[in-house]
């Protein structure tokens, strides 16, 4: 399936497990709940797209397009999400634990309660994003961006490399947890 159209395509709960999706154009198809673990979707574009509760572990998506998705809880541990776009996508309870992000875009993405522990965020955006009880303990935050990002409840208090992100206009609340050294704003809704 490697570069094929399958835009609009209807695969709820398929098994697509080590499938060659590379370069394929995916927009607003509907993939929630399949099982794509060690899928190969390099340089695709699958904006639009539906992938709740699918199944992305160990996945390559370095360079793919995901903005505007619907992944609410989907599992992408161990995968290579490299200079990939999320921008605007929701991404509500996802996990990302030990995936390798550099330099991946999630602005203005809805992370509630996603789980980035022990990833590679390394210059990866997150301007205008939501992290709200996101969990980024023990991540690898050098570099990033987090301007005016919402940390209410969030963990990062063991995230490595916290010296080098940028936090301009990001507030947290009173449970959120930071990195000695950073001092946030509380968000005035909470």
Known sequence: MSGWNISRANYPGADLSSANLRGALGHDANFSGAQAASADLRNGDFSGARFDA?????????????????MSGAIMNGAVLSRGT?????????????????????SAANLSGADFAGADLSGALFENAVLTNANLSGATIVDASFRDVRFAGANLETAIGAETAIFDGACVSGSSRFPVGVSLPECADF
């Open 54 to 70: 699918a199944s992305l572990v160990g996945a390559k998506l370095d360079d793919a397009r995901f903005n505007n998705c619907s």
């Open 86 to 106: 999320f921008i605007g996508a929701t991404l509500d309870g996802a996990q990302f634990q030990t995936t390798i992000a550099h330099q991946t875009d999630f």
